[in-house]
């Protein structure tokens, strides 16, 4: 367990928007940061950050946090995880507190996967740099491909010796648990006992964004062997090999900074570039690109280009990523290197100069490069001519954003001498088909979100019931130390000055009422104690909470959607806010608030009358009747107070 004051050092520490812009381009506006949400895919960016506040808020699909948070959300890791990256990220060393063995069998299953991962890296590496097999073998593969040592330590390439379970055994003897061994896909269990899955091969790491170690890729070198050529971890809870993409870890401020990714197939393909001058590049590690791949590349540039080597059976199989990248309004453009090339074959016999300006002089966008591609087998054929025009259309049909669509129709009609009304006709006849195979689809039930029962309870019926005691709390949190009134004592020559959190605390407590929502309960309380020892709170205290879904709750209520322009500031020009009608609102909500509340004791009295009249109880039925006579008295005094307004 990490201790409070080191837990504070780490927060103190972490400045939201270097721990985000790690992960998302952010752009300046006003006071705070704006980008695209790593959380869901988006168009527009709706992600903001506010480092006055030290959270982020995203007004597309609602999270909200602060960069222990957010760590947690983007990197899936749990509380304390987060934090152990936070402090790595900032050097600040953390002293742990032993465990109880019930608290050492909670770790989380995640963070044991992944420190065997990093374990199992650094062995590798061991290997490959200091071991006899490894520096026989496996670096001087590496020597005899070009490859330097310092391209080979930037990537953390390693080696897996041949014996069948040297790695194993050193795993176990080092303490890792047999079960996580099996699961990250390290070792094989079968009935002649545990092996080692990668042995006698070199080892490419796979990072997250964060770099922390995922999966790994293995090559063999014995060219007798009938294994496969490349051996991939399998999907674990770590590792989904459709979600990452070799080299993003190396690649993402290159990207970002060139505002462009260069897509390449193989681990060494990466590294060449890398050597070549070239970081901005990713692989998609042997599998044909996926959706979530292509949003990711997506989160640090719009634009994307292929490098396809000149094995043309290659590049019909895998064009389909194309439409892919298109369909995620992306820009794409293709390079093709010359036949019997690769990647990493090619730039290793061109200068840096050369190969970079082969690649900007050879890009050409995915029309051209499909026509010329699919043109080439169709001959003089007019049916085969007209499936090509079919599969370019269907490209073109995918681009989401109707002015690059239009563009690319009117570049199609001139390179396919085609009118431009039938690629119209056909453009739209597919789109309709989309939009309605999508509307009329039923959804698998696998792909159905599951909502946790306590997830349910606390955001449906506290959140839509009792909107109210939301706005208390977010009244509570952004206006606490603020002045509700100022109140002279005459007699003693002084004055008094009564905060929101005072005002609002007095009140509720005054009635002996309380929240339903427990966190709102947890927020409250703290207000309360304040007030009770003549204290404040800190105005940033529950977004630093040690309590992860407090501090959520916290940035959510604090963000704010709307902000007052520049030019109204600039020009003192006087508009009406929320602050300056404060001491309307917080009346307003104090008085919803309580009505919310008789309303919940009259549902209770009228079901306690309906028991009474079964039961015949007189007494009790005439008690009942004034309990709710008087509730509803209340009821209307409070609606009056509000301006007649109906109280549901």
Known sequence: MIDHSTVDRIIDAADIVEVVQDFVPLKKRG?????????????????????????????????????????????????????????????????????????????????????????????????????EEGMAVGL???????????????????????????????????????????????????????????????????HSLSGQILGFGGRVLKKETKTAKYLNSPESE?????????????????????????LVEGYTDVMSLHEAGIENVVASSGTSLTQEQVRLIKRFTPNITILYDGDAAGIKASIRGIDIILEEGLNVK???????????????????????????????????????????????????????????????????????RTIYIKECCLLLDIPEDILYTEVNKLRKQKVFLERNKYPDPKDLPVIPPEVKKEFVAHEDTLPSEREIIRLLLKYSAKEYQRITHKEEGSEESISVADHIVTEIVSDELNFENPDY???????????????????????RHGDPGISRIS??????????????????????????????????????????????????????????????????????????????????????KLGDRILL
């Open 31 to 131: 006071v705070n940061y704006l980008g695209l949400c790593p959380f869901h895919n988006e168009k527009t960016p709706s992600f903001t950050v506010s480092p006055s506040k030290g959270i982020f808020k995203c007004f597309g699909c609602g999270k909200a946090g602060n960069s222990v948070n957010f760590i947690m959300e983007h990197e899936r890791l749990t509380y304390p995880e987060a934090l152990r990256f936070l402090a790595s990220k900032y050097h600040i060393d953390i002293v742990e507190k032993e465990m109880t063995p019930e608290e050492g069998a909670k770790q989380n299953e995640r963070e044991s996967m992944m420190v065997l991962s990093s374990f199992a890296s650094r062995y590798f590496q061991e290997n490959l740099f200091q071991g």
């Open 140 to 206: 001087s593969y590496f020597k005899e491909r070009g490859f330097r040592q310092d391209t080979l330590k930037k990537f953390e390439i390693g080696y897996c010796t041949d014996k069948r379970d040297a790695f194993t055994q050193a795993a176990l003897k080092a303490g890792y648990d047999k079960e996580y061994l099996v699961k990250t896909g390290l070792s094989i269990d079968n009935e002649n006992g545990l092996f080692d899955r990668f042995r006698g091969r070199v080892m490419f790491p796979i």
């Open 238 to 262: 770590i590792y989904h090999k459709s979600r990452i993409l070799y080299g993003i870890y190396q690649a993402r401020k290159a990207i970002s900074q060139f505002e462009k990714c260069y």
């Open 334 to 404: 293709i390079v093709l290197l010359p036949e019997g090339e690769d990647p990493d074959s090619f730039s290793k016999k061109r200068s840096n100069e050369d190969f970079t300006s082969y690649l900007k002089s050879n890009e050409v966008d995915f029309i051209k490069f499909k026509t010329n591609l699919l043109l080439k087998d169709s001959g003089n054929d007019p049916h085969e001519k007209a499936n090509v025009i079919k599969e370019i259309v269907r490209s073109i049909a995918v681009i989401p954003e109707t002015i690059p």
């Open 521 to 543: 309960r947890r927020i409250f309380d703290e207000f309360r104690f304040a007030h009770e020892q003549g204290s404040i709170v800190e105005e940033l205290f529950f977004v």
């Open 555 to 640: 940035a959510d209520l604090l963000s704010d959607s709307e902000s007052l322009s520049r030019i109204w500031v600039t020009k003192q020009t006087y508009v009406e806010t929320e602050e300056t009608k404060l001491l309307h609102i917080v009346d307003d909500v104090i008085l919803k608030f309580k009505a919310d509340k008789i309303n919940d004791k009259i549902k209770e009295v009228m079901e306690e009358l309906k028991a009474a009249v079964n039961a015949g109880d007189q007494e009790k039925i005439v008690l009942l009747q004034r309990k709710d006579h008087e509730l509803k008295q209340v009821k209307k005094i409070i609606s009056k």
